[in-house]
Structure formats: structure tokens, C-alpha cells
């Protein structure tokens, strides 16, 4: 039984020092910290010179990636990782609000905190692609739409960084009130990927269900991710430019030598 329940914990990530178990697992904690410098380049390089603006738009492209990694870790990645194991019900916000919420991993505010700064950036990310900034700077999709619709989307991007920014305070903010008012720190666990739970909380934190991720899924995320951040930047379009002239060329040389 105690063989059982020893081996449950290790699939799960549980650490052979009791009460202490794998939360967030590498990719996460890359995709953290990795989305937060970037997210800082990104906001920066448009705020202090026209200039970065090329900068800008390599680092939005680069934050579309790593939200589309997420997305797909969400689901096909480990234990903690996966939205459904993080995702609130409605039973759930109750139970967090009535302070008889225990689990691991994000609370339910939390939760939904993620989600919002998940969809926010993509939002953030997405408009940009069509934005233009009047000088000589634009999104690299920004032709496929009228200039109407290209400043209309502009508008819209300028309005969702205010709401991006706001949130991002928020996030900072809620971390450090559960550093300082209710001493749990969340930052080690997203450095080192370890969490020390309280007692009453491992056997959800170790459920047999518990899985580590695999090196398959998350060759698997990062190939979909490189893929729409190489179709968004335009590349898949210079591809199709760099074919089209390459054939030209080809049918040119045929028909000289004909
Ligand atoms: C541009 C700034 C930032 C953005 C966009 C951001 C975004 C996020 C996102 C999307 C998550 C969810 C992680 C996941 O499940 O994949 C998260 C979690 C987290 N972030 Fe940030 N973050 C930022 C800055 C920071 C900073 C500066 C800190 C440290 C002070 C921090 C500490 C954390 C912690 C501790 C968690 C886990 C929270 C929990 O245990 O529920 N973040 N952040
Ligand atoms: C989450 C990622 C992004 C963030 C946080 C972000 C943030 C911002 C901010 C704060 C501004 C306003 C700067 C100002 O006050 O003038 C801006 C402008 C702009 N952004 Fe982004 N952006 C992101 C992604 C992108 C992407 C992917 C592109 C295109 C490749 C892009 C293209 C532009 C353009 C063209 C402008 C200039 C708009 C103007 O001057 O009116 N952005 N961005």
C-alpha cells in the first residue's frame, strides 16, 4: 500500500522529500519568465522610440508563439500545466471565496487571472499584426486589410495595451500580497519549479492521474507554435514570393533555351 502510494507520488512529481512536490514543470517556467521579458521588450520598444518599432513587432510575433505553446501545452502538457486542471467552476470560486478551496497549483481567481492575460495578449498580439503606425511601420498583415479597418485595429491595439498593463499590475500586485500578507511564496515555484504543500492537500496535489508531460508533446507544441508565428510574420508569404520568382525564373530559362 505505502509502495503504491510512494510510486503514485513519484508519477505524479512528487519529491522524495515529504511534502514537497513538482508544480510547475520546465516549459512553464520558461514560458513564464521568457513571456514576461519579452512582454517587457514589446511594451518598451513602442513606448520609447519609432525607431524600435521593428523591435516591437519581432517581439509581439515572438509573444504570439509562446501564447500558442501555451494553448497547446494547456492541453497536452503535465498535470498542472493542463487547463482542465486549472480551469474554475462556478463550485470552485465559491469554495476559493468561502476560504474552502484546497488544491495546488493556480487558485481560482488566479485562474482565471491566466486565462485573461492569456487571451489579452493574444488579442494585444493579433491587432498588432494589422496595425500601422502612420509613419512607416506596419504589422505584417496590415496589407491584407483596408487602411480603414487596418486604423480602426490600430485604435483597438492602443486601447487593449491600457487593459494589458492594468492587468499585468494586478498580477504583480496579487503575487506580492501572497508574499507579504499571506506569506506564501508563488514566485520560488515558478523559479525552481518545487511547491511545499500542507498535508491535507497532497492527495490531490498526487493523483494517480498525475503526469510529467513528455518530450514528444512538447516537441509537438513548440513545432505548432514556430508554424503560426512563422505564417503571422509573414514568412510563409516571403516563401510563397521567393517560389514565385524561382519558378519565373525557371519558366524564362526553359522557354530562352526552347
Ligand atoms: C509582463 C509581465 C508578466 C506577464 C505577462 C505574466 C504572465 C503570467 C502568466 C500567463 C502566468 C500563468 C503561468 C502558466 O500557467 O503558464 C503567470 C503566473 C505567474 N506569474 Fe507572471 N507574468 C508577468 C510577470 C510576473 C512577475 C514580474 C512575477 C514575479 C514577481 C510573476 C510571477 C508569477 C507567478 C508566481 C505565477 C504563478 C501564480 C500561481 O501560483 O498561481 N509574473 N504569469
Ligand atoms: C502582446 C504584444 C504587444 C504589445 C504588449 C504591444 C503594445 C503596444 C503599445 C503599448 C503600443 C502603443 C505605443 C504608443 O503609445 O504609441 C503599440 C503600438 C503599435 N504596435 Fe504593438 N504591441 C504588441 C504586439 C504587436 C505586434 C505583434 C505588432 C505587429 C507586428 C504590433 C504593431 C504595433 C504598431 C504598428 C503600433 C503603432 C501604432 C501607432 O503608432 O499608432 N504590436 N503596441
Redesign the pocket.
Known sequence: MKKNLANEQRHAGASAIPGRIRL?DLP?RI??WT??VV??IAIISAELDDDLMEIHGKAGITIIGLVVF?LIWGIIGSTH?RFAN?VPGLSDIRSYMKGRWKNV???PI??LS?LA??LL?AAQAGTGLFANDDIDFTGPLANLVETTLSDQLTGIHHLLANFLLGL?AL??IA??FYFFVKKDN??K??ITGWKEVKPEMLPQATTPSGFRGSPAAFVIACLIALAVAGVVSGAARHTETVAAKVSACTFSVAQRSA
Open positions: 510547475w512553464v514560458f513564464h513571456l514576461t512582454v517587457t501555451r500545466a486549472f497549483g493556480h487558485n488566479g485562474a491566466v492575460l492569456l495578449l499585468i498580477h504583480i503575487i506580492g508563488l514566485i515555484p515558478m
